[in-house]
């Protein structure tokens, strides 16, 4: 598997560090992060079925089906520059979240810290917010508690539950892919992290 050049900054070091995706479902977060030309090298997914295989082998990702969270550590290069969590609806164990520390980032459909966990979108329509929005965060070992790194909101009112996902949805896709981007600074090359 060939992983894309990177530097880091503020050094010479060049070193192939490769970006990880974990998905479980249909993999639209995947797609999008595709779409917006965002080099994945590996797609990690824990639901054999999941369609974001067939879009990773579509775009000539390698991927791997790992189903037990203990062997999630070993599934990843120790060098992964990044971990992006795009519909992985499990909780990563605490030696997995301390060994990629700060290079695992996740997408939530809510502003958190408001409405955490699943099923996000319904809770904050159902609460009766006239804002709700899309969070991009680190993870650490709780529900949606990481830092945050980037909110975008969206307002409610006139909408009903279908438009809301839609709108969230498409946020989603625009707001993960400007972060990752920013926080990779691809220059074309090569990524600097």
Known sequence: MKFHKAFFRGTSATQFLPIVCFASGNGTNLQALIDAHIK?????????????IQRAK????????????????NAIPNNTAL???????????????????ERIINIHPSLLPSFPGL????????????????????????I???????????YIPGMDLADLEKNIHQV??????????????????????
């Open 83 to 101: 971990v992006i969590l795009a519909g992985f609806m499990r909780i990563l164990p605490p030696d997995f979240v301390n060994k990629f520390r």
């Open 144 to 154: 949606d508690t990481g830092s945050i790194i980037a909110q975008k909101a969206v």
């Open 40 to 52: 994945i090298d590996m797609l990690i997914t824990d639901n054999p079925n999941a369609y974001a």
């Open 119 to 142: 099923d996000a979108i319904k809770q904050a329509y159902d609460y009766g917010v006239k804002y709700t929005g899309v969070t991009v965060h680190y993870v650490d070992e709780g």
């Open 172 to 193: 989603e896709h625009e707001l993960y892919s400007m972060v990752i981007k920013q926080m990779l600074r691809y220059d074309g090359l090569n990524y600097v992290v």
């Open 58 to 73: 579509n775009a000539d990702i390698h991927y791997h089906v790992v189903t037990k969270k203990k062997e999630w550590i």
